[in-house]
């Protein structure tokens, strides 16, 4: 089972409509998919609750900091799973880093964004540390106005390799919450986000 988490201390940045959308497109190709929702707000499972069914998604509601003993657990089961972080850095963090094989930080072309990379990066030091070695990207979400070179330079100058995909805002990401499909491109990008190899 390979395992993806969608990471940052920030809210608003796109992590659970990201974390439900990859969800989506991996279950669309056949695989079994389990969302794993580790933010006490709860949107990913009450998404799933609704619509997780109709995308053949199953989703687990995870509160205790536990998830890198989930992977043992449900490895015979699921071929993907998606987990949902919470916007904090806490013990959860910590163990949802343990846990992943690949590490998605969704960053939109702000400020506050980037400087709240600061402690995740100081975090993801730990645990690399500590034994892990989940890959990460910061991926730029919500895009409107494109990142500036100096956005650029503050996220690198903080060690993380910037994904090469840009994903615009666009009303359909909006509509994932009420049960709408990704369109075929959405789709197609999440899918090579997880699957293809980083370098």
Not at 2 to 16: D, L, N
Request: with cysteine.
């Amino acid at each position: 089972m390979r395992t993806i988490a969608f990471v940052h201390q920030k809210g608003g940045t796109g992590k659970t409509t990201l974390a439900i959308a990859t969800a989506m497109a991996l279950a669309q190709t056949g695989a079994k998919v389990l969302l794993i929702d580790a933010d006490v707000q709860g949107t990913a499972s009450e998404w799933a609750s609704r619509w997780g069914d109709r995308y053949r998604v199953v989703a687990r509601s995870q509160i205790q900091p536990i998830v890198h003993d989930q992977v043992a657990r449900f490895a015979p089961t699921f071929e993907w799973m998606i987990v949902d972080g919470p916007p904090t850095l806490s013990e959860m963090t910590a163990s949802i880093l343990r846990a992943a094989d690949r590490v998605l930080v969704p960053v939109r072309p702000s400020l506050p964004d980037i400087w709240a990379l600061e402690g995740l990066a100081a975090m993801l030091e730990q645990v690399k540390q500590a034994g892990a070695a989940a890959q990460t990207l910061v991926l730029w979400n919500q895009v409107v106005e494109w990142p500036t070179a100096a956005m650029r330079t503050a996220v690198e100058t903080l060690g993380f390799t910037i994904s090469p995909a840009v994903l615009r805002w666009e009303v359909p990401w909006s509509r994932v919450m009420e049960g709408e499909r990704l369109s075929s491109n959405s789709a197609e990008c999440l899918r090579r986000l997880a699957m293809e190899p980083w370098k």
